[in-house]
C-alpha cells in the first residue's frame, strides 16, 4: 500500500507529465505551423496538377 509521500510523488511525477505533454501539443501543433504546412501542401499538389496537364499537353503519361 502507498503512504502518503509515494502518493505525493505520483500526483507530482502526472502533473508534470501532463505539463510537459501540454507543452510539446502546443508547440508542435501551433497554428503557425499548421498554416504552414498546409500551404506547402497545396503549393505541392497544385505544383503535381501543373506537371500532370503539362505532360498531358505533350502527349506523355506521367508514369514514363
Known amino acids: 500500500m502507498l503512504n502518503e509521500e509515494g502518493v ?4 507530482e511525477r502526472t502533473v508534470v507529465a501532463n ?3 501540454t ?12 498554416s504552414r504546412i498546409t500551404k506547402d501542401g497545396k503549393k505541392m499538389k497544385n505544383q503535381l496538377e501543373n506537371d ?3 505532360m498531358k499537353a505533350r502527349g506523355k503519361s506521367g508514369l514514363e
Open 52 to 54: 500532370k496537364r503539362r
Open 23 to 34: 507543452q510539446f501539443v502546443k508547440v508542435f501543433f501551433s497554428q503557425e505551423d499548421h
Open 19 to 21: 505539463e510537459q505533454r
Open 8 to 11: 505525493k510523488e505520483i500526483i
